[in-house]
């Protein structure tokens, strides 16, 4: 069975620092997805990564994907308030046919002023 | 391009109460995903269509969910009886297709709807 390990799972840190989310995953895959949530809304996409070595820009955002140690991370630059949200990972897996996504558990992000 | 719609927004029922959901995935999305979202936790897959075949109920509790597709567009996902830890937020995503081209898997990314909040009491 896939798991997907997040960590941390909260995370406060102070507006202009930089942090790093994790993403660990138990099971072969060479695609990984990320999301942003909003407190009360659905999810949106934010990075499509889709072999090994990919790395996606966006603003102060930045995801990179490594299939052989299994890991993903999620580095954010210079933090602003507007950053505030969890933040998931979904790995992609086939089983027999279906192709699906199975989640982290998520990583909430507060950016204090 | 309109996004995923679903109805109602919210639900508020009583234990072994039933309800339905709604979902209109985006217009041309093959595939067609439920999943169950308990607050505080990533969201879980309860039920996949392609077209309005199911690909994947696995996860699907089947002696009180169903879910169908009937015409391969929109799609209805039922709870009855109702529990007390049925209460979550139940999210409706579509995507392109799912499937293999030249042995390589396409992306999946799934885009998603803005879910219905269900209370049971």
């Known amino acids: 069975e896939l798991k997907v390990e997040q960590n941390p799972l909260f995370l406060s840190m102070q507006e202009g620092k930089n942090y790093t989310i994790y993403c660990n995953y138990s099971?072969?895959?060479?695609?990984l997805y990320w999301y942003r949530q909003d407190p009360g809304k659905s999810l949106e996409s934010l990075f499509v990564l889709l072999s090994n070595g990919a790395v996606k820009q966006e603003g102060r955002l930045m995801a990179s994907l490594d299939t052989k140690a299994r890991l993903s991370t999620l580095h954010i630059t210079a933090a602003v308030h507007d950053l505030s949200a969890t933040y998931f990972c979904a790995v992609d897996l086939v089983v027999t046919g279906a192709q699906k996504l199975v989640f982290g558990q998520g990583t909430r992000l507060t950016i204090n002023p | 391009e309109a996004g995923v719609a679903q109805s109602p927004r919210y639900k508020i029922i009583e234990k072994r109460q039933s309800v339905a959901f709604w979902c209109n995935p985006i217009s041309g999305h093959a595939t067609l995903y439920w999943y169950q979202q308990i607050l505080g936790q990533g969201p879980k897959l309860l039920i996949q269509?392609?077209?309005?075949?199911?690909?994947?109920d696995s996860q699907l509790p089947k002696d009180r969910f169903s879910a169908e597709r009937l015409k391969g567009v929109d799609s209805t996902l039922k709870i009855q009886p109702a529990k007390l830890e049925d209460s979550a937020v139940y999210l409706c995503?579509?995507?392109?297709?799912?499937?293999?081209?030249?042995?390589?898997?396409?992306?999946?990314?799934?885009?998603f709807g803005p879910g219905t909040r269900l209370t049971v009491l």
């Open positions: 269509f392609q077209n309005n075949g199911v690909v994947d």
């Open positions: 995503a579509s995507s392109w297709r799912i499937g293999r081209t030249s042995g390589r898997a396409v992306s999946n990314e799934q885009f």
């Open positions: 099971t072969t895959s060479d695609r």
